[in-house]
């Protein structure tokens, strides 16, 4: 038992510091997702080791300290999604917002056949934009009958590979475009968001390829970066949406939030783990909402399950750009965007060498 320990804790401590390496390899981004479970097992394993073998002699006490930083490592990224962290996205004031709206974000899992759960969800939280991730024909046939009625504007492009994209609106868009920013078979969306109040905001929604067997982030970083890009020469406000198959502390996503200067309402809020719906100790926040200071922050919720593996989310902001000045944006330093080039370019060869094999492939 007591070397089964000490394997299993050097073991867990390689782990917490393998994400240190700058690579896209996938088995070393993978470890970005579990901070938290590592930190806990960690502390079980020092816990243990401690009360029933430890006899403190100096190479003990240099193994058990070991683990020990390897616990504050982990610690480090996920405190600031805990409430006693300070909150980046600072709360509306105003008594009766008046240029309000909701946002749902959902991967609806293409295999899942709960339409008809997923469609009741949405009549009863009737949000004023919809995006849904993973949609194929079928989830399309299924729900644009009764969708189309109640959205007069939409973004379309379901898919059979699990990376289809659908946005229904009940406010006015504009200039919509279907993009491919890195592979040919994964679409993002970008469109203009007109409210009540006729102010407009840039709407971009994403899908990158997650951290898999066999599979690297070379193209996931890339889309991230591309979109950060992108929001930070626009000239109105930004929101950022979708399920960005990364965890919200992990290096890329603080890289996109400080090229892009978006804030994350998780932070001094919680974790909003929204991935995996069916195993409740695996759960990582993947979906996500970024959005400008322009806004305030009324309301965010993780909603019911409806089938999917992952959770909908529900957000809702209040144009407020008198006060942005107020809320505390990440910035980026001459470094940050140096590896954000970077990082591009390896994506996009990466994504031309995928092109091109499908091509092959066909």
């Known amino acids: 038992m007591e070397l089964t320990l000490i394997i299993l804790g050097f073991t867990f401590t390689l782990f917490s510091f393998l994400p240190f390496l700058k690579v896209p390899w996938w088995w070393v981004r993978i470890l970005d997702?579990?901070?938290?479970?590592i930190a806990v097992i960690l502390t079980v394993i020092v816990a243990v080791y401690s009360l029933q073998y430890a006899t403190w002699s100096t190479s003990e006490i240099v193994m058990v300290?070991?683990?020990?930083?390897?616990?504050?490592?982990?610690?480090?990224?996920?405190?600031?999604f805990t409430p006693l962290a300070r909150v980046e996205a600072l709360r509306s004031e105003k008594p009766k917002p008046a240029n309000a709206f909701t946002m749902m974000i959902a991967n609806v899992r293409m295999v899942?056949?709960?339409?008809?759960?997923?469609?009741?969800?949405?009549?009863?939280?009737?949000?004023?934009?919809?995006?849904?991730?993973?949609?194929?024909?079928?989830?399309?046939?299924?729900?644009?009958?009764?969708?189309?009625?109640?959205?007069?504007?939409?973004?379309?492009?379901p898919l059979d590979n699990t990376y289809g994209m659908m946005l229904f609106s009940r406010l006015k868009l504009s200039n919509s475009e279907v993009r491919f920013l890195v592979e040919d078979e994964i679409p993002?969306?970008?469109?203009?968001?007109?409210?009540?109040?006729?102010?407009?905001?840039?709407?971009?929604t994403v899908h990158p390829q997650p951290p898999r067997l066999m599979k690297d982030t070379e193209t996931r970083e890339a889309e991230l970066l591309l979109v950060a890009k992108m929001v930070?020469?626009?000239?109105?406000?930004?929101?950022?949406?979708?399920?960005?198959?990364?965890?919200?502390?992990?290096?890329?996503?603080?890289?996109?939030?400080?090229?892009?200067?978006l804030l994350d309402p998780r932070v001094g809020r919680g974790f909003f783990n929204t991935y995996n719906a069916h195993i409740p100790m695996f759960r990582y926040p993947l979906d996500h909402v970024f959005y400008d200071p322009a806004f305030r922050l009324l309301g965010l919720r993780r909603m019911d399950k409806f089938g999917s593996d992952h959770f909908p989310i529900s957000i809702t902001l209040n144009?407020?750009?008198?006060?942005?000045?107020?809320?505390?944006?990440?910035?980026?330093?001459?470094?940050?965007?140096?590896?954000?080039?970077?990082?591009?370019?390896?994506?996009?060869?990466?994504?031309?060498?995928?092109?091109?094999?499908?091509m092959k492939g066909k």
């Not at 997702?33 to 479970?37: A, D, I, S, T």
């Not at 993002?188 to 971009?204: I, N, R, W």
């Not at 944006?329 to 001459?334: F, K």
């Open 33 to 37: 997702f579990p901070r938290l479970h």
């Open 112 to 157: 899942n056949k709960k339409h008809q759960d997923f469609l009741k969800l949405v009549l009863k939280e009737h949000p004023d934009i919809l995006v849904m991730n993973e949609p194929d024909e079928a989830w399309h046939e299924s729900v644009r009958k009764e969708l189309d009625k109640r959205y007069p504007y939409s973004i379309k492009k």
């Open 232 to 261: 930070k020469k626009t000239k109105i406000p930004s929101v950022v949406a979708g399920d960005l198959n990364d965890v919200a502390w992990s290096s890329t996503t603080k890289l996109f939030k400080q090229i892009s200067g």
């Open 65 to 80: 300290a070991l683990w020990v930083i390897a616990i504050l490592n982990q610690v480090r990224y996920i405190y600031n």
């Open 188 to 204: 993002s969306f970008y469109t203009v968001v007109e409210l009540e109040s006729g102010e407009k905001f840039d709407l971009y």
């Open 319 to 358: 144009y407020e750009p008198e006060r942005e000045e107020e809320q505390d944006v990440p910035v980026a330093e001459p470094e940050d965007y140096q590896e954000a080039d970077e990082l591009i370019q390896e994506g996009l060869e990466k994504g031309e060498e995928k092109n091109r094999e499908k």
